[in-house]
Each structure stands twice: as structure tokens, then as C-alpha cells.
């Protein structure tokens, strides 16, 4: 399993769409979880406090867990912004199959690049408990991969991801 974290606009969606078709091109049974495809359905029941925060993570690691074991490579793309949470998904799937990639951008620039107008909303009190604003973002301190996205291009940062995974799934 592929963990895509980092705050909102830094890059996770994009870089897990890039990866699951470079992945996919090269034969690979490749799934992609997010918001999208995750918190409209099986937890259409949670918000943002920090205990819903929480709980969205466990969820994604269990539905991660059972995929992985059906065999597929899923790549994962939360803000996910608790450690211990991140730590606790290790421990699900296991830390041989647990890649960690720490989307970093700078909290200014994902606001300038604001993909959906929340930051803005957030900024004018629009929007509570939004990442960076007004709710915490802990950073990975060691990473498996590190990804600085407000310096590579979206290719260099996919070529860096397959340069590190490919050898890990390589009989996947
Ligand atoms: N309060 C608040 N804080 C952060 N994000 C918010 C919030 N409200 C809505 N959104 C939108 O929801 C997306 C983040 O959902 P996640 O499931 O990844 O969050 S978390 O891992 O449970 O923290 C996030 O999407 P991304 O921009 O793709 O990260 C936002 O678009
Ligand atoms: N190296 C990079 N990696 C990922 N996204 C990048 C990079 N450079 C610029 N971007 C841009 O940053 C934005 C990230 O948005 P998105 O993928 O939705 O972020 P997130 O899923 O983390 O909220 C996109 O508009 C993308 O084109």
C-alpha cells in the first residue's frame, strides 16, 4: 500500500492518479482511494473533527488491508494528519507492505494554488477545522518517500515514486 499524506493542495490526488497509470501501464492491478471514491460513500457519516479524522483513517486502512490481500497495490491519498494514525495503518498492512510518501508543499503555496476556493473559505471563517488553518498537520518525520512538490515537476516527482516502488512490487 502506497500512503499518500500531506495537507490539502500538496499534491497527493495528483501524484496517486500519475502513479496508479504509470503503474497500470506496466501491468500492475492498481487501486486509488480518496475522498472522492471514500468519504461520499463508506464514510458519508464523517466530518473533520479530529476523533472523525481518525476513524476516516482506520476505515481506508482496513478496506486497504483487505484489498492488499485480494492482491491489488493501493494507493492511498488522505491528508491523514495524525502520526499515530498513519503509525496504526502501518501496523494493519504491515510494515513490509507499507510505503509511506510525504507530499510536502508549503502551506502558502497550497493556498495560492487553493485547487477548490477552501482555503480561502476557511480563511474568512467559511469553513472550521480546515488543515493548516485551524486544525493540525503533523508532518512524517521519516518518511519512506519524500516528495517536495512545490519544486519537482509532477513527472519528475512520478519518476522519483517509480524509481523507489518499482523495486518493492516487482512480483506483485
Ligand atoms: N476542514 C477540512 N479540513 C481539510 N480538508 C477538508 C475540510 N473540509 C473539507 N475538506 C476536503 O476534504 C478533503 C480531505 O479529506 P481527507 O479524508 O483526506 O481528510 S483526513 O485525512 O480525514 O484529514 C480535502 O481534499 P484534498 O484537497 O484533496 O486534500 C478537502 O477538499
Ligand atoms: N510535483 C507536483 N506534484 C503534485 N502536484 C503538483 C506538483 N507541482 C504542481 N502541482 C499542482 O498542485 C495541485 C495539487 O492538487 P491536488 O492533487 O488536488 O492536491 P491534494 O490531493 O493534495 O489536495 C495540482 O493543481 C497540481 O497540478
Redesign the pocket.
Known amino acids: 500500500m502506497v500512503w ?1 499524506t ?13 502513479l496508479e497509470k504509470a503503474l497500470f501501464e506496466r501491468g500492475f492491478k492498481v487501486y486509488h482511494l ?2 472522492d471514491n471514500i468519504r461520499n460513500g463508506l464514510n458519508k457519516n464523517l466530518g473533520f473533527s479530529e476523533e472523525d479524522r481518525t476513524e476516516n483513517i482506520r476505515r481506508v486502512g482496513e478496506v486497504g488491508a483487505l484489498m492488499t490481500d485480494a492482491g491489488l497495490i493501493v494507493l492511498s ?1 488522505f ?1 491523514s494528519p495524525f502520526q499515530r494514525d498513519r503509525n496504526k495503518v502501518r501496523e494493519i498492512i504491515g510494515e513490509d507492505n507499507f510505503i509511506e510518501v510525504f ?1 510536502d ?1 508549503p502551506l502558502n503555496i ?1 493556498e495560492q ?1 487553493d ?2 476556493g477552501l482555503y480561502r473559505k476557511a480563511r474568512r471563517g467559511e469553513l472550521k477545522n480546515f488543515t493548516g488553518i485551524d486544525s493540525p498537520y503533523e508532518s512524517p518525520e521519516q518518511p519512506d518517500i519524500h ?12 519518476e522519483k515514486l517509480l524509481t523507489s516502488i518499482l523495486p518493492k512490487i516487482s512480483g506483485s
Not at 500531506?6 to 500519475?18: D, E, N, P, V, Y
Not at 516528495?147 to 512520478?158: A, C, N, P
Open positions: 499518500f500531506g495537507l490539502s493542495g500538496a499534491g497527493k490526488s495528483t501524484l496517486a492518479a500519475g480518496d475522498g491519498a491528508i507530499v508543499c497550497c494554488r485547487v477548490k516528495i517536495f512538490s512545490d519544486r519537482e515537476s509532477i513527472d519528475e516527482s512520478i
